[in-house]
């Protein structure tokens, strides 16, 4: 099967687009990491309130379209170059990475993101005191530094290529001889 390769001005273009997302999706995170930290430390609920509404803005701007934007490109340059999806450890890894992120980033940072956020607006100044919200900004906190150490140890793996490729395995033709 002849699969479609890119031409070299093409892959320049969409290998381009797709640092470009990593690049934003990264400063996203590390944005998400530092005002987490300022969260944490919030004096007042003012602050507090302040703080919360530019980690939801951040993580829509700058987290959810890089990351599936990261995806997407990723996919395309895998498909559509030499490099293929599964011929390299190092491609399967990041592919596993940036999936598990994205799906960790929707099932665990949005989830205590919104429940921060409800207990911010409903319970007021004594929310920092709550466990259910000591909670959620803790888990947002390792969230965020594992997504950046994650996403920084990708870059290291796109530059480095480690490991090699990875063996094929030979498709066996089996010859069926009706028996007579």
Known sequence: M???????????????????CMVVWLGGTLCLLTLNIVASKASNINELYVTNL??????????KFPAMGT??????????????LTN??????KLVATMSIIAFGIFGMNRWSTEATNLITTIGSN???LP???F??????LGASMSSSIMAIMVFLSVLKPWGRRKQIKEVAVLSNPVS
């Open 71 to 84: 995806l997407i490109t990723g996919l395309l340059l895998a498909f559509f170059s030499n490099w293929g």
């Open 2 to 20: 002849n699969k479609k390769k890119l031409g070299i001005k093409q892959k320049r273009w969409l290998l381009a687009l797709h640092i470009l």
């Open 132 to 134: 259910a919200y000591v």
């Open 136 to 141: 959620d900004r803790n888990m947002l906190l």
């Open 127 to 129: 929310v920092m005191q």
């Open 54 to 63: 530019n980690l939801n803005l951040i993580d829509e701007s700058f987290i």
């Open 88 to 93: 390299y450890y190092w491609i399967v890894l």
